[in-house]
């Protein structure tokens, strides 16, 4: 499931309807294991070598709505977008618990909260485990309601 924050909902309502651009060059996925909620707050991996990965907001990492893979603006029906690029965290040096979900930021820390994503079920990191990472298509958004 994937959801949008307050913040990032605002920013859409003030583009489309108000004329004020909004289009930040980053943005920066976090792994939780306790989800925020619409407003923000939640559990942020802390330690063991983490960090919120950059992603890049361009054509190139990220899929057009018209399907995965695909770099032309968008223009399929379903609001969908998924990642063209491999996303991988850093390798836990310390165990990081059971996660839920990720969430992406306009900041490598703080910063505003954009959009989350809630995993299917939880996934363990735990020190020497192979890193968290999302395969092509692997991430998807959705803006549909």
Avoid: H
């Avoid at 930040?24 to 989800?35: E, I, Q, S």
């Avoid at 983490?50 to 890049?56: D, E, G, K, S, T």
């Avoid at 969430?103 to 363990?124: C, E, H, Q, R, W």
């Amino acid at each position: 499931m994937a959801d949008l924050s307050n913040y990032a909902e605002n920013k859409i309502v003030d583009s489309l309807f108000r004329g004020i651009a909004y289009a930040p060059a980053n943005d920066y996925l976090a792994a939780f294991t306790v989800m925020p909620d619409d407003a923000g707050g939640g559990t942020e991996v802390n330690g063991g070598s983490y960090a919120r990965v950059q992603v890049p907001c361009n054509t190139t990492t990220w899929s057009g709505t018209q399907g995965s893979g695909t770099t032309a603006a968008s223009s399929g029906t379903g609001g969908t977008i998924s990642n063209n690029i491999v996303i991988t965290f850093p390798s836990a040096t310390a165990n990081w618990g059971s996660l839920v979900g990720v969430a992406l930021y306009d900041a490598a820390s703080g910063g505003n909260f954009i959009a989350k994503m809630i995993f299917p079920s939880s996934v363990t990191i735990n020190s020497g485990d192979d890193p968290l990472s999302f395969g092509i298509g692997g991430l998807t958004f959705q803006i549909d309601n």
